[in-house]
């Protein structure tokens, strides 16, 4: 038996190393690659087992003390085995607002995890936070391995677990082949992350059922981002005259119907028997009544047609039509021309200078002049320079990076081509967010169909310029959005950044002039050659021109991705694109540019969308993560929300940061449960300062910003909660559960109780166990007589 055993354990040491030994011949050995590397190894074991990690250090150059510290940084690798499904909820910016953190603890109450285990005793679940997975407008949000929830509530997070092993055992059913009748026109479905995680592919596999069934052949196209990611699944049906119907929030069960009211069955036997099957359906569901053709134009597209009123699309230019992986069809509407002007009629000096006139100022960060940058690294004699596409949206609450990459790849790729034209370079590198999949996906296919058109490599165009690109995962550090260090993560190493003089642009990637841009930044460019530098410099205020990006989410009724011009005011973006703030509660105040930015109150909010504007304010642009609050939200969990996110991802490098921020945050969560004293204030504001002045990156540098435009605007906040209160009830230990005389005992709330903190006493007024309460608001949800209230603790212990 034992002899068995020993075989069978060098059996499976063999089979590891064989599996470690191919993922090597693979990727390579050199030191550099050891983060492709570790992500390939945890794509294979699902996390980093002792064995592979001992081949790596017998058959590569990586040593010890490189790996342990690499795959210690980077929040991606794991040393531990987990469940056979990782469910990662989202506690980006919106989705905490929205209550992420009672839909974790929903999770692990309904899988039974106990203590600090974050795994199922069966090892069917792991369960783990994530920074953001920016699907903002779904909040709050879920994935379950691919699989994206969006509007998850802690009272349905069964309902969730559920649907997800039900589509696990479900069994893949063959597709018949029928013989179909081509019909002109189109039907086009947006298909970004958001779409998808709304149901987008189920109408995409229903769209393509219900026409075999009627026999019509249609063309059925997936576009990128619609944008308007509250009324997904939203589908555009153009016919042959090229007018287009909407049709927004669509259900699979109305797909038939909108079909059959578009276009022709196949054969006249096929017409009658839908016909005779509609009107037997209607007389059974009435569904065919309340089909959404039915509705008024107005009533479909009312919202939609005002959230687009005042969007310009210049980096989304394509919005709504474009399928994003088509580069016949890019080209068919003028996609690569501007690459093909630049390097058939000017000089590469000219297209810097075209660039500095056109005022485009870094839509990544704190809006640096994009032509200083270009002509930095131009200037340089190195034969050898890169291009880096700053893709690593790591902000909790934006998602413009990962809209545009999924939606318009080429137009990011013409960009680069172009800039790197322009600066001399000839190598190029995109830096996307491992968390997002399918950006990743379709960048490395539109890569390949790139270079079978000769748009990517040797001799692009038949010219002497040659320029070819590589995709780099990062490993999840919010730091490396740092061009600093981002370059570090590219080389091998932790994403420390860097003490600048030199600069990238003179110094950057393996030592050589590097260019790096965000992504939005290389989507205007095409725009700018393409139009003409005048068309450009009449979008935008004098200092801030073209468009920019916002994600748009929240506490507003229709949140989703908008392309803005600047000078805008959040107003207008808040009330006239946005619908205003939902459930009739009142505009609180506006946070934006995630971890980096700040708060800007609503008495405030006629600012112009302009990075001047918002700078002198103590807020910034940032990547354009836009956050609406409302009066129910509180600005002293906020602040400690976001410098807990960013404590978390500091490097640790510079003592400002490190232990500044560590204070920091050790004050707000005494002022959030009611144990700080009023000289904890002055503090906090002197530690910001100073953390602000003397931090060696932007991280540290701007970390302090949501606590410095709170105190500024909201600082009374911070007194009341030195006194104990916390009047938004957010802050959960200044606040308990009461239930008043309205209740009439219908038992609903103890229901719901997931702790049972309520006794089941029908028709009796009900009490809450303070001892056990979790505060987790499943009762007030149930509750139809509003006789559930969040009261200061400090008031119920006076009472007493």
Same mark, same amino acid.
């Given at each position: 038996?034992?002899?068995?055993?020993?075989?069978?354990?060098?059996?499976?040491?063999?089979?590891?190393?064989?599996?470690?030994?191919?993922?090597?011949?693979?990727?390579?050995?050199?030191?550099?690659?050891?983060?492709?590397?570790?992500?390939?190894?945890?794509?294979?074991?699902?996390?980093?087992?002792?064995?592979?990690?001992?081949?790596?250090?017998?058959?590569?150059?990586?040593?010890?003390?490189?790996?342990?510290?690499?795959?210690?940084?980077?929040?991606?690798?794991?040393?531990?085995?987990?469940?056979?499904?990782?469910?990662?909820?989202?506690?980006?910016?919106?989705?905490?607002?929205?209550?992420?953190?009672?839909?974790?603890?929903?999770?692990?109450?309904?899988?039974?995890?106990?203590?600090?285990?974050?795994?199922?005793?069966?090892?069917?679940?792991?369960?783990?936070?994530?920074?953001?997975?920016?699907?903002?407008?779904?909040?709050?949000?879920?994935?379950?391995?691919?699989?994206?929830?969006?509007?998850?509530?802690?009272?349905?997070?069964?309902?969730?677990?559920?649907?997800?092993?039900?589509?696990?055992?479900?069994?893949?059913?063959?597709?018949?082949?029928?013989?179909?009748?081509?019909?002109?026109?189109?039907?086009?479905?947006?298909?970004?992350?958001?779409?998808?995680?709304?149901?987008?592919?189920?109408?995409?596999?229903?769209?393509?059922?219900?026409?075999?069934?009627?026999?019509?052949?249609?063309?059925?196209?997936?576009?990128?981002?619609?944008?308007?990611?509250?009324?997904?699944?939203?589908?555009?049906?153009?016919?042959?005259?090229?007018?287009?119907?909407?049709?927004?929030?669509?259900?699979?069960?109305?797909?038939?119907?909108?079909?059959?009211?578009?276009?022709?069955?196949?054969?006249?036997?096929?017409?009658?028997?839908?016909?005779?099957?509609?009107?037997?359906?209607?007389?059974?569901?009435?569904?065919?009544?309340?089909?959404?053709?039915?509705?008024?134009?107005?009533?479909?597209?009312?919202?939609?047609?005002?959230?687009?009123?005042?969007?310009?699309?210049?980096?989304?230019?394509?919005?709504?039509?474009?399928?994003?992986?088509?580069?016949?069809?890019?080209?068919?509407?003028?996609?690569?021309?501007?690459?093909?002007?630049?390097?058939?009629?000017?000089?590469?000096?000219?297209?810097?200078?075209?660039?500095?006139?056109?005022?485009?100022?870094?839509?990544?960060?704190?809006?640096?002049?994009?032509?200083?940058?270009?002509?930095?690294?131009?200037?340089?004699?190195?034969?050898?320079?890169?291009?880096?596409?700053?893709?690593?949206?790591?902000?909790?609450?934006?998602?413009?990076?990962?809209?545009?990459?999924?939606?318009?790849?080429?137009?990011?790729?013409?960009?680069?081509?172009?800039?790197?034209?322009?600066?001399?370079?000839?190598?190029?590198?995109?830096?996307?967010?491992?968390?997002?999949?399918?950006?990743?996906?379709?960048?490395?296919?539109?890569?390949?169909?790139?270079?079978?058109?000769?748009?990517?490599?040797?001799?692009?165009?038949?010219?002497?310029?040659?320029?070819?690109?590589?995709?780099?995962?990062?490993?999840?550090?919010?730091?490396?959005?740092?061009?600093?260090?981002?370059?570090?993560?590219?080389?091998?190493?932790?994403?420390?950044?860097?003490?600048?003089?030199?600069?990238?642009?003179?110094?950057?990637?393996?030592?050589?002039?590097?260019?790096?841009?965000?992504?939005?930044?290389?989507?205007?460019?095409?725009?700018?050659?393409?139009?003409?530098?005048?068309?450009?410099?009449?979008?935008?205020?004098?200092?801030?021109?073209?468009?920019?990006?916002?994600?748009?989410?929240?506490?507003?009724?229709?949140?989703?991705?908008?392309?803005?011009?600047?000078?805008?005011?959040?107003?207008?973006?808040?009330?006239?694109?946005?619908?205003?703030?939902?459930?009739?509660?009142?505009?609180?105040?506006?946070?934006?540019?995630?971890?980096?930015?700040?708060?800007?109150?609503?008495?405030?909010?006629?600012?112009?969308?302009?990075?001047?504007?918002?700078?002198?304010?103590?807020?910034?642009?940032?990547?354009?993560?836009?956050?609406?609050?409302?009066?129910?939200?509180?600005?002293?969990?906020?602040?400690?929300?976001?410098?807990?996110?960013?404590?978390?991802?500091?490097?640790?490098?510079?003592?400002?940061?490190?232990?500044?921020?560590?204070?920091?945050?050790?004050?707000?969560?005494?002022?959030?449960?009611?144990?700080?004293?009023?000289?904890?204030?002055?503090?906090?504001?002197?530690?910001?300062?100073?953390?602000?002045?003397?931090?060696?990156?932007?991280?540290?540098?701007?970390?302090?910003?949501?606590?410095?435009?709170?105190?500024?605007?909201?600082?009374?906040?911070?007194?009341?909660?030195?006194?104990?209160?916390?009047?938004?009830?957010?802050?959960?230990?200044?606040?308990?559960?009461?239930? =008043?005389?309205? *209740?009439?005992? @219908?038992?609903? +709330?103890?229901?719901? !109780?997931?702790? &049972? $903190? /309520?006794?089941?006493? #029908?028709?009796?007024?009900?009490?809450?166990? =303070?001892?056990? *309460?979790?505060? @987790?608001?499943? +009762?007030?949800?149930? !509750?139809?007589? &509003? $006789? /559930?209230?969040?009261? #200061?603790?400090?008031?119920?212990?006076?009472?007493?």
């Amino acid at each position: 038996m034992s002899c068995n055993c020993e075989n069978n354990g060098q059996q499976t040491l063999d089979q590891t190393i064989a599996k470690v030994d191919a993922i090597i011949g693979r990727i390579g050995t050199e030191r550099n690659v050891i983060i492709p590397l570790l992500q390939a190894l945890q794509e294979e074991f699902s996390y980093l087992p002792g064995d592979a990690i001992e081949r790596i250090y017998e058959k590569t150059e990586i040593d010890r003390a490189q790996l342990i510290s690499v795959s210690t940084f980077y929040s991606q690798f794991r040393h531990i085995p987990y469940g056979k499904h990782l469910i990662k909820v989202c506690t980006g910016t919106a989705c905490h607002v929205k209550g992420a953190t009672n839909v974790y603890d929903s999770f692990r109450r309904e899988l039974k995890m106990d203590h600090d285990n974050i795994t199922t005793n069966d090892q069917l679940f792991s369960i783990e936070k994530v920074a953001c997975l920016g699907c903002c407008t779904l909040a709050p949000v879920v994935q379950i391995d691919e699989k994206i929830y969006g509007h998850v509530l802690p009272g349905k997070v069964n309902e969730v677990i559920d649907e997800f092993l039900e589509q696990e055992i479900q069994q893949q059913k063959a597709t018949v082949k029928k013989t179909k009748s081509r019909v002109p026109g189109e039907i086009r479905l947006g298909m970004g992350s958001c779409c998808q995680a709304s149901g987008s592919s189920d109408i995409y596999k229903e769209l393509h059922k219900t026409s075999d069934e009627l026999g019509i052949d249609v063309t059925i196209k997936s576009v990128g981002c619609v944008g308007v990611c509250n009324k997904v699944p939203l589908i555009d049906v153009v016919d042959e005259k090229g007018e287009i119907t909407r049709y927004p929030n669509v259900k699979p069960e109305e797909i038939k119907e909108i079909l059959h009211y578009h276009f022709k069955p196949g054969s006249l036997l096929k017409r009658l028997k839908n016909n005779l099957f509609n009107r037997v359906d209607t007389y059974h569901t009435d569904l065919t009544w309340n089909n959404v053709i039915w509705k008024p134009e107005n009533e479909r597209t009312g919202v939609i047609n005002s959230f687009l009123s005042e969007q310009i699309h210049i980096a989304t230019e394509g919005y709504g039509y474009l399928a994003p992986l088509n580069l016949e069809e890019y080209m068919g509407h003028g996609g690569f021309n501007a690459l093909k002007k630049v390097v058939s009629e000017y000089r590469p000096n000219e297209v810097v200078k075209t660039v500095l006139e056109s005022g485009l100022r870094g839509r990544g960060g704190g809006g640096f002049p994009t032509g200083k940058k270009w002509e930095m690294v131009a200037t340089s004699t190195s034969p050898e320079k890169y291009v880096i596409c700053n893709g690593d949206e790591g902000d909790p609450g934006a998602f413009m990076d990962r809209m545009i990459l999924e939606s318009y790849p080429f137009r990011v790729i013409e960009g680069m081509l172009i800039a790197g034209y322009a600066t001399g370079a000839n190598k190029g590198v995109f830096y996307i967010r491992a968390e997002y999949p399918l950006a990743v996906k379709r960048i490395r296919a539109a890569l390949e169909f790139c270079r079978e058109k000769n748009l990517l490599g040797k001799n692009i165009a038949g010219t002497n310029f040659s320029f070819d690109i590589e995709i780099f995962e990062g490993a999840g550090a919010f730091v490396c959005g740092e061009e600093t260090a981002l370059i570090a993560s590219i080389e091998g190493e932790r994403g420390f950044p860097k003490q600048r003089p030199p600069y990238p642009a003179v110094a950057g990637l393996n030592g050589l002039p590097t260019l790096v841009n965000n992504v939005e930044t290389l989507s205007q460019l095409s725009f700018i050659i393409n139009k003409g530098l005048n068309k450009y410099l009449k979008i935008g205020t004098d200092n801030s021109k073209g468009t920019k990006v916002f994600a748009l989410a929240g506490k507003i009724k229709n949140g989703g991705l908008i392309e803005v011009p600047m000078g805008i005011t959040l107003n207008q973006i808040i009330e006239d694109i946005g619908g205003g703030v939902e459930g009739g509660e009142k505009l609180k105040a506006v946070q934006i540019g995630g971890p980096s930015g700040g708060c800007i109150p609503a008495n405030l909010c006629d600012v112009q969308v302009d990075f001047d504007a918002f700078n002198q304010m103590g807020a910034m642009m940032g990547s354009g993560g836009l956050v609406v609050l409302s009066e129910k939200d509180c600005m002293v969990d906020m602040a400690r929300y976001f410098l807990s996110f960013t404590c978390e991802q500091s490097c640790g490098k510079c003592t400002f940061c490190r232990v500044g921020i560590r204070r920091m945050l050790d004050i707000l969560d005494r002022l959030c449960s009611g144990n700080a004293v009023m000289e904890d204030i002055d503090k906090l504001e002197e530690l910001a300062i100073n953390v602000k002045k003397s931090s060696l990156c932007g991280l540290g540098k701007t970390a302090p910003n949501p606590v410095l435009t709170t105190l500024k605007y909201f600082r009374s906040e911070y007194e009341e909660h030195v006194q104990g209160l916390c009047k938004t009830g957010t802050c959960k230990d200044l606040i308990q559960y009461v239930v =008043t005389d309205d *209740c009439i005992g @219908c038992t609903k +709330c103890a229901k719901a !109780c997931p702790v &049972d $903190a /309520i006794p089941y006493t #029908p028709y009796e007024v009900h009490r809450i166990n =303070t001892e056990t *309460c979790v505060k @987790c608001g499943l +009762c007030i949800d149930e !509750c139809a007589f &509003d $006789a /559930i209230k969040k009261v #200061p603790i400090k008031d119920t212990v006076a009472s007493e």
